[in-house]
């Protein structure tokens, strides 16, 4: 078992700030593995909490191994832990915090994501939201379009004891195709605030300057074509400066929670 006395570290016990998420990745990194704590049984793939320490720091994580991943027809096997990672990387390049760090890394099943896991109420989703959420709620509106979210279920939005939201289970995310499913669909063919447009022409530039630490990081993780559809859908965005709308086919997941 992990020492107690070890000061655990989750996001909803500070500010969001980079600093702070930055040193939860490097304990996610590069901490030991000293417990796994069972099975997350309601998921579709095979998911475990993991407490992750080293010198300072403790914290539980969900653990989502490469090989404990069901076969999908529409993306490749063995790529869903990649994509929960280019997630958080992408979240954090917006500077929103939206995504709890996330790494790739060995576990006790082989290579996988450990993403921090944050302290909430299970009985509060998205459909439990009221008004005060709705600028954090733009934020991950413009969120899913970019990252090609298929699967934005009212329970992959899970609120903190500060009232901040986070989100959860990207592993379906960056296809080529369009494939937008969520439930956040409020804000539907309104003009995006122009803070969240500039924060998205900076992750474009951070993914169009050629050599940049951004296209490094996830160039081993995506396909070269799931990273030109990503730049296509950002480009899209800054041009129209709209929020999507619902098109032909599945545009909500199912079930919805």
Same mark, same amino acid.
């Given at each position: 078992m992990a020492d107690k006395s070890l000061p655990l570290f989750p996001p909803n016990q500070q500010p969001p700030g980079g600093h702070h998420m930055k040193r939860v990745q490097m304990l996610l990194s590069t901490g030991q593995i000293v417990n796994t704590h069972g099975?997350?049984?309601w998921g579709s793939n095979y998911?475990?909490?993991v407490t992750i320490?080293?010198?300072?720091?403790q914290a539980t994580t969900v653990y989502k191994p490469q090989r404990g991943e069901r076969p999908l027809w529409d993306f490749p096997d063995g790529t869903l832990c990649y994509r929960?990672?280019?997630?958080?990387?992408?979240?954090?390049?917006?500077?929103? +915090?939206?995504?709890?760090?996330?790494?790739?890394?060995?576990?006790? +099943?082989?290579?996988g994501s450990f993403q921090l896991f944050i302290v909430h109420n299970p009985e509060i989703n998205y459909f439990s939201l009221d008004d005060r959420f709705i600028s954090q709620l733009q934020k991950y509106a413009v969120f899913d379009y970019i990252v090609n979210n298929a699967d934005r279920k009212g329970g992959h939005l899970l609120l903190d004891a500060e009232d901040k939201l986070w989100g959860i289970d990207h592993g379906l995310t960056f296809h080529t195709m369009p494939k937008l499913r969520t439930v956040i669909w409020d804000f539907?063919?309104?003009?995006?605030?122009?803070?969240?447009?500039?924060?998205?022409? +900076?992750?474009?530039?951070?993914?169009?300057?050629?050599?940049?630490?951004?296209?490094?990081?996830?160039?081993?993780?995506?396909?070269?074509?799931?990273?030109?559809?990503l730049i296509r859908r950002i480009n899209h965005l800054l041009d129209c400066k709209t929020y999507p709308k619902p098109g032909p086919g599945p545009n909500y997941p199912w079930p919805p929670v």
């Open positions: 099975v997350m049984r998911a475990a909490l320490r080293d010198e300072e720091l929960e990672v280019v997630a958080y990387e992408i979240s954090e390049t917006l500077g929103w +915090h939206l995504v709890p760090p996330t790494v790739l890394r060995d576990g006790p +099943h082989g290579p539907a063919g309104q003009v995006v605030p122009t803070a969240l447009l500039q924060a998205v022409q +900076h992750l474009r530039d951070e993914l169009t300057c050629g050599d940049g630490e951004l296209i490094t990081r996830i160039s081993s993780l995506l396909s070269a074509s799931e990273i030109t559809a």
